[in-house]
């Protein structure tokens, strides 16, 4: 089985703090942090842009995943990469030319990932998965933090992970949304390795590492 990553989403921390915020996930023993970028346009929010991540870049060594829930990924790409995102995950939905937009991103020196939102079919990403690290099947509909987890959507983790060791593709699988105590062992059991989850890790009373620790040995 491949090795269980928890990542966490900076959504729940304190904008204030962004800096500080990283390196108390750092610090927790997360594995990467995952930034929910939205537009207010493909989803009905707005956060991150490119300047907001650079600025924390240098506060900490882990990995930046960058999960562009925006209307036109192509633009943004570059700046994002910049910015010091090692992965950048462009939405299925969010561009007609999804082939061009993962090849370009492999292009700029990142890792691609596509992402699906809970309607939208595996199909929609069969002759695009040579083209990525890491697939990340949303188990909420984008947009907000603090949603109910979907557990229908884990016959969908359990389909891409099957498409992706029948094709004996060395990619990832993540699920994103609602994740926690209560519903990470489904979505790790259907075939999840990557594990985003914000407010689960942010409301444990003990704090973030041992939300971390005990996520991840759910998981396991
Ligand atoms: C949805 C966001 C959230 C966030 C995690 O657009 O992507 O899923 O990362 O939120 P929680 O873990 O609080 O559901």
Redesign the pocket.
Known sequence: PRPISIVP?V??ADFSRLGEECRALEDAGVDRI?W?VMDGCF?PNLTFGPDVIASCRSHVSVPFEA?L?VADPDLLLEGYVDAGCDVVIAHAESTIHLHRTLTKITDLGARAGVALNPATPVSAVEHVLDLVDMVLVMT?N??????AYIPTMEPKVAEVRALLDQRGLDVDVEV????GPDTVAGAAAAGANLI?????LYRDPEGLAHAVADIRSRAE
């Open positions: 989403s959504l729940p995952q929910d989803v999960q829930m909420v984008p947009g907000f933090g603090g949603q994103d949304g609602g994740v985003v989850a914000g407010s689960a």
